[in-house]
């Protein structure tokens, strides 16, 4: 199958490309499209065989549930029942936005879509393309991110050409996302809301905008706490590069001496190495390549390049990477959360005196 990659600029939106990626939709195709989080590979989500289509083009085990994507509120009542007053207030506050709620969903939801399970994943997302595409299509479009499973997800349309060329009729090239990781999710249907992935939309903003306690699935806090992730997506080693990475934590100054000591051991062991640094200490390392991920006071920045990097590693055919830690004040919780499962949680913590 050829895939057509069509460039569309989100502020001045082509309407006859989009007519073309809405027809594919209606007649059961998919069509990958950007959100403001990552590139997603959309389908339509009342469709069984649609939805069966995107877990074949993404090699995605059938019992990981896919997001559904809505452009009007309304469409919350179509696809989930029971609905909750806090779902009601999180719409208020973050949508559209990159905030994925989870809740009982209705007869009219395919199990395909949610893999099985008795609760959905909505949301909104705010991209005018994406909006656009739901709209003309008149569906609601399940979309996980539009990668191969177990590769970091797509933040540009190169990327989603990667790892999908070939295998879709559609890609609409909308540019660099904004966000660069993807939504928040949290979970309504228990008795506490509880975040089941960190995302751009925090902790505290939640609360805040809920005026109650949020809880953090216990599943996703620490590699070894036993318990399994309440998002099926969670247990899997996503966002895996092919080299080894490895986190080292610290004092700057510290971290960069044991960076460059473990390089130097690898390069003298024929290893070709990369390193993950910070546009402040860039010029400090040695290594085969080093890549900067922005400057370490702008978060926004290392969540944009997390993924682009990992992606370019692999490219290099590098055998290990080093990375800095980032756990930035607001959407460290998030970076880190996909960091540390791209490292597989190897991390070396420097002592003061080493
Ligand atoms: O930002 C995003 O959310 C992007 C863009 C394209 O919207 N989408 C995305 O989808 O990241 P995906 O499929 O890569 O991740 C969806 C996650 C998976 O971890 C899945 O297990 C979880 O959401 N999920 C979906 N439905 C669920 C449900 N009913 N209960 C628990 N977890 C669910
Ligand atoms: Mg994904």
Redesign the pocket.
Known sequence: METKRIVIDPTDIDASAISVAAAIIREGGLVAFP?E????LGADALSSQAARKIYAAKGRPSD????V?ISRREDLFTVARDIPVWAERLADAFWPG?L?M?LWKSDRVPPET?GG?E???V?M?DHPVALRLIEESGRLIA???ANTSGRP?PTTAEHVMCDMEGRIPMVLDGGAVGIGI??T?V?LTEQVPMI??PGYITREMLREALGTEVCVDPGIIAADSGQKP?????KYRHYAPRAELVIVEGDTDRVVARINRLAAERQTRGEKTGILATDETRSLYRADYIRSIGARSDEDAIARHLYQLLREFDDLAVDVIYSESFATPRIGHAIMNRLLKAAGHQVITVEKDG
């Not at 989080?37 to 997603?40: I, K, M, N």
């Not at 990981?64 to 997001?67: F, K, R």
């Not at 309440?230 to 969670?234: T, V, Y």
């Open positions: 959100t989080t990552v590139y997603g990981n549930p896919l997001i994507h990159p994925t989870i949610t399970m609760t959905v994943a949301r997302p979309a996980p991110s997800s993807e939504s999710i979970d089941l992935r309440k998002a099926p997506g969670m």
